[in-house]
C-alpha cells in the first residue's frame, strides 16, 4: 500500500508524517514560523528515500505554502507531488455550505477522519483558532462555529484594552482569578471551555440523534479537561484525514 506524506500547515503550527490506508505515523510537528530551518519530517527509519511520491497537504497559511513545497522537495525529493486538499484533493465529503471553496481544509480533513471513523460527528479542533464542525452520518459536512483559541484571545485582550496584559495560558487558571493576567487566563480556558460546551451542544442538537463528539488541535490537552462535555480526543484527526483523502485520489 502507497505511502504518503501528510502535512496540516497551521497558522502558528506545522503537523507532518506519514499516512498508509487512513493511519498515521511519524508524526512530528514546529513552529510554522520555523519552516525552512528545521527538519519537517523524521521517519524513524521507516520509511526509504525515495519511497513517498505524493505529499497530501492542509493548509490554512498560504503565504507559507512555497517556503513547505521547498522543504518537502528537500527531505522527500523532487518526484514527491505536493497535493492540498480542496483544490488538488477532494475532502471526501458533501459540502451543504455557501462556500466550499472557502471552508478550510484542517476542517475538512478533521470532519473526513470523524466520519470514517464514527459517522455523524461533532468534530472540535483546537488550533490558533477553535472550530466546531458538523458532519453527517451519510457523509455531509455542514459548517460549524469558529472562535478564538487560547492564544488568539489572551493576544487580543493584550491588544485591545489599555490594562489588561496576558501571555498565552500555559495552565488552567480556573476563576476567580486574584489577579488581572490570573483573571484573563481564567477567561482564555474555563472560558473557552464553556462557549465549546454549548457550540457542541448546539451543533450535536443540529445533527440529530447521538453524534459522536471529537477532539483535536494542539491546545486539546489544555481545554478538554476542562470542558463538560466528553470528547473522544484524537491528536492526529488532521493527518488521519488526509491520508484518507489522498488514499482515494492515488488509486
Known sequence: MLMIAVVSLGNTSVAAGFGRGGR?????????????SRRLFFSGGRVAPGEVRLAAVA?????????????????LGPACAVRYLNRDLEPGLELRVE???????????????????FG???????????????????GAFLGGAILPGPALAAAALSAGTGLVRVRTP???????GRSTS????????????????RLAEETAAALGGRPT????????????P???????????????GLAVAATAFSH
Do not use: Q
Open 24 to 36: 498515521t505515523c511519524c508524526v512530528h510537528r514546529l513552529p510554522a514560523a520555523a519552516l525552512g
Open 59 to 75: 493548509s490554512v497559511f498560504p503565504d507559507r505554502e512555497r517556503a513547505l513545497e521547498l522543504a518537502i522537495a528537500r527531505e
Open 99 to 117: 462556500r466550499p471553496s472557502a471552508v478550510g481544509a484542517d476542517r475538512l480533513a478533521g470532519a473526513l477522519a470523524a466520519h470514517r471513523r
Open 120 to 138: 455523524a460527528a461533532v468534530v472540535v479542533d483546537f488550533g490558533t483558532a477553535v472550530t466546531v464542525n458538523a458532519v453527517t452520518a451519510d
Open 170 to 176: 500555559a495552565e488552567a487558571v480556573p476563576p476567580p
Open 182 to 197: 490570573d483573571a484573563a487566563a481564567a477567561g482564555a480556558t474555563y472560558g473557552l471551555a464553556g462557549a465549546v460546551d
Open 213 to 224: 463528539l471529537v477532539a483535536t488541535g494542539g491546545a486539546a490537552k489544555l481545554i478538554v
Open 226 to 240: 476542562l470542558c463538560r462535555t466528553k470528547f473522544r480526543l484524537l491528536p492526529n484527526l488532521v493527518l488521519e
